[in-house]
């Protein structure tokens, strides 16, 4: 079992910054991959960005050059650095981490609300 807490959400003006933080408890020794994924309203849940326990990243198109995902193994916690917020970034932004190759388990956060205005 693992737990994800997030932190790190709210309002922030366009072109501002915010950083969002998932720290994992449990069985975090298991865990293959991490990843932030976000939903708007009206919208599916879309990959954000993911982070492997090599090291390895992906981004969607959409916040490529904007966004850093990162990881403190020591802390057992995920971060994602959000840079030039747009509108369209507005969503409940949500912590992921996986176990097994193939995946065998997902274990999700509570979500926190990302709001970006202009």
């Known amino acids: 079992q693992v737990q994800l807490v997030e932190s790190g959400g709210g309002l922030v003006q366009a072109g501002g910054s915010l950083r969002l933080s998932c720290a994992a408890s449990g069985n975090v020794f298991s865990i293959n991959a991490m990843g932030w994924y976000r939903q708007a309203p009206g919208k599916q849940r879309e990959l954000v960005a993911k982070i492997t326990s090599g090291g390895s990243t992906n981004y969607a198109d959409s916040v490529k050059g904007r966004f850093t995902i990162s990881r403190d193994n020591a802390k057992n916690t995920m971060y994602l650095q959000m840079n030039s917020l747009k509108p369209e970034d507005t969503a409940v932004y949500y912590c992921?981490?996986?176990?097994?190759?193939?995946?065998?388990?997902?274990?999700w956060g509570q979500g926190t609300q990302v709001t970006v205005s202009s």
């Open positions: 992921d981490a996986e176990r097994g190759i193939p995946l065998q388990y997902r274990y």
